[in-house]
């Protein structure tokens, strides 16, 4: 495919179905800093965040948007946050959920969560807390919103160590049980299963390496120990489920399933295996993943 070198590009790029790049905005890119994470809105408007102050020379703390149709950038109406965004995601309806490090929206206490829908909002209830600590990812499936992070308190309750859920108003505990430690990514497959990975242990006192998940049946782990024995420089840091309902997992590990891999491996819902040999070296780390619908895996990192 043609390819055309665009020089600098301040974080942002585009690539179009004839394979060529090109910088975002009539006059290119202006971001002051790095890209974190980024969602599309059920109308087609590309949402994006990070740790920047401004987007297209206009005052957008940490997060902005970008609208195809005219090829400019905007900013969320209500305010700047006053730290780090790490996760984005819409429910179906058209919210846009908000999870990072910042302590206020708009002047506004709204600690590390937050929604918007054309104005901020606070996610209220399960006696009125926020995280405790910073969100690292969030998922929205079947009504409910899941947050992953380094929190152990969630809406005021303990228990929520690293996961957690807000549905239906409240904020509420996986289930009996906790995770022992941080959270950075999740996904669900066919099966129902919420699926985490992060930098952990063990789930609900059971040995799980970094990667587990929960069901209606309570916390489970995955079959064959998860990734390196949750040693402390390991992290499972991105996961996608397949149409096949194979769960793919990367991070930065050197075995799963128990055999020898390279950062990352797949589930097939009963046991977990090496992914051929991985990519990179045990210096690297896979940080986002995407099935394609031909059977293709896109995988992105370090």
């Not at 703390?61 to 965004?85: K, S």
């Not at 128990?258 to 491996?265: D, H």
């Amino acid at each position: 495919s043609p390819r055309v070198n665009i020089g600098s590009t301040n974080y942002l790029v585009q690539r179009d179905p004839q394979g060529r790049w090109g910088t975002l905005g009539v006059a290119g890119t202006t971001l002051n800093t790095g890209v974190l994470t980024m969602a599309v809105s059920p109308s087609g408007t590309l949402f994006f965040a990070g740790g920047f102050g401004s987007a297209g020379g206009t005052l957008a703390r940490d997060i902005a948007m970008y609208l195809p149709t005219t090829q400019r950038f905007g900013t969320l109406t209500g305010g700047t946050l006053n730290g780090a965004v790490n996760a984005i995601v819409f429910s179906p309806a058209g919210t846009l959920y908000i999870g990072g490090e910042f302590t206020t929206v708009a002047g506004t206490a709204k600690q590390r969560v937050a929604q918007w829908n054309g104005a901020y909002g606070t996610l209220t209830g399960g006696g009125g807390g926020t995280p405790n600590a910073a969100v690292q990812a969030l998922y929205h499936t079947g009504g409910t919103l899941v947050l992953g992070g380094a929190f152990a308190i969630l809406g005021g309750t303990a228990g929520a160590r690293g996961i957690g859920v807000w549905v239906n108003g409240n904020y509420g505990t996986m289930g009996p049980g906790s995770c022992s430690g941080d959270v950075y990514a999740i996904t669900s497959d066919q099966r129902q299963r919420i699926y985490f990975g992060g930098q952990f242990q063990s789930v609900n006192n059971v040995t799980a390496g970094s990667v587990a998940f929960w069901s209606a049946d309570g916390f489970g782990t995955l079959g064959g120990g998860g990734v390196a024995n949750g040693a402390p420089t390991t992290i499972v840091e991105a996961m996608a489920v397949a149409q096949n309902a194979i769960l793919y997992y990367g991070g930065r590990f050197g075995t799963a399933g128990g055999g020898s891999v390279a950062n990352i491996a797949k589930f097939n819902g009963v046991q977990s295996f090496p992914l051929a040999r991985g990519v990179g070296t045990a210096n690297s780390q896979v940080r986002a993943i995407v099935p394609l619908i031909d059977g293709r895996l896109l995988v992105g990192g370090v």
